[in-house]
């Protein structure tokens, strides 16, 4: 089993549906991220989880609710999403607060398509 | 304010040849650490070095190598002997420490096509 897993992998979806994408991490770590990747850009910082509370909301519009029940579940809820929403949503954990040294552990991503 | 600028959108080799991926960061911050991820067509992005901003030393490990030089803020990854599983985007990334958690910032990518 891999250490940071995301569902589903693939999921398209209309402007007026609610949907909602899930991490979970067997690492054992206390922070959880969801980044946005887009073709062409960097990744974007979405939202950042540490023990549970959100410590980072990074300017993301409010049809993203993220949702953090426990330190190895995240979950990024969806509603009246727009078409330049679509992109690789990707989830991360790391072990905090260690100054800034630790890797960040990468899921293999939501491909998201609004249509 | 921190930015990591990639330059090389896509390069494209021809198996055993030798490509250097170029990297290049701001910060003001005096500790940060420097990663190096590839993400493979499946998306993941898998994690391949880190340095600190105290060690220069460069670092072989296996066909890669990384040069990191803070006075030219560049962190530059060569593979050599370049094989078509190496096709890849790898991201340059800087992190910082913020409050409680680790803050990421990455280039763009550069995407590497290995042909055989």
């Known amino acids: 089993e891999t250490g940071v897993t995301q569902t589903p992998r693939h999921l398209v979806m209309g402007m007026t549906n609610k949907k909602s994408l899930k991490c979970e991490q067997h690492?054992?770590?206390?922070?959880m991220y969801w980044y946005k990747q887009s073709a062409k850009k960097p990744l974007e910082l979405m939202f950042v989880?540490?023990?549970?509370?959100?410590?980072e909301n990074n300017s993301v519009p409010s049809r993203f609710s993220p949702e953090c029940p426990n330190s190895s579940h995240l979950f990024l809820h969806l509603h009246t999403l727009q078409p330049e929403d679509s992109a690789l949503y990707l989830c991360?954990?790391?072990?905090?607060?260690?100054?800034?040294?630790?890797?960040?552990?990468f899921g293999q991503g939501t491909r998201l398509t609004v249509v | 304010a921190q930015k990591v600028t990639q330059a090389q959108t896509e390069i494209s080799v021809v198996e055993k040849e030798d490509v250097t991926l170029d990297c290049v960061y701001e910060?003001?911050?005096?500790?940060?650490?420097l990663f190096w991820y590839k993400q493979p067509p499946s998306g993941e992005l898998v994690f391949l070095i880190r340095?600190?901003?105290?060690?220069?030393q460069n670092e072989i490990s296996g066909r890669y190598s990384w040069n990191f030089q803070k006075s030219t803020s560049s962190f530059n990854f060569t593979i050599t002997a370049s094989q078509v599983v190496d096709s890849a985007v790898y991201f340059c990334?800087?992190?910082?420490?913020?409050?409680?958690?680790?803050?990421?910032?990455f280039g763009s990518g550069t995407k590497l096509n290995v042909k055989p």
């Open positions: 991360a954990s790391s072990q905090e607060p260690t100054g800034g040294s630790t890797e960040a552990f």
């Open positions: 690492l054992g770590h206390n922070a």
């Open positions: 989880y540490n023990f549970k509370e959100q410590t």
């Open positions: 910060t003001r911050d005096t500790t940060y650490y």
């Open positions: 340095r600190n901003s105290f060690d220069e």
């Open positions: 990334a800087l992190s910082v420490s913020i409050y409680n958690f680790n803050k990421f910032y």
